[in-house]
């Protein structure tokens, strides 16, 4: 089993900073995709950022040239760097990893708690 715990969400003012962090722990052979949704209330859930295990990522356009998604293998732990925040990235926001355990011959996904980030004045 995986378990993926989250980290950095609170409260900040329209314009600042938060930068989140998941780390995976248990029974990882590989991590492939590693991703960050968000959910704000009474809205569905969408992606925010992607990161491919090649390197390669993505981001919903309302975040483009704000936030910075990033990994470091060696600690099992992808990073999202969210920078010029607006009221409207006010959310739960989940890490979302796709991962092959030890001893399986296929992917799962697994889902952190969430952490909520709020940006108001």
């Known amino acids: 089993q995986v378990q993926l715990v989250e980290s950095g969400g609170g409260l900040v003012q329209p314009g600042g900073s938060l930068r989140l962090s998941c780390t995976a722990s248990?029974?990882?052979?590989?991590?492939?995709?590693m991703r960050w949704y968000r959910q704000a209330p009474g809205r569905e859930r969408e992606l925010v950022a992607r990161l491919l295990s090649g390197g390669s990522t993505t981001y919903v356009d309302s975040v483009k040239g704000r936030f910075t998604i990033s990994r470091d293998n060696a600690k099992n732990t992808v990073y999202l760097q969210m920078n010029s925040l607006k009221p409207e990235d006010t959310a739960v926001y989940y890490c979302n990893c796709n991962v092959r355990s030890i001893g399986q011959w296929v992917n799962a996904e697994y889902w952190g708690q969430g952490t909520q980030v709020t940006v108001s004045s």
């Open positions: 248990g029974n990882i052979y590989r991590i492939n995709d």
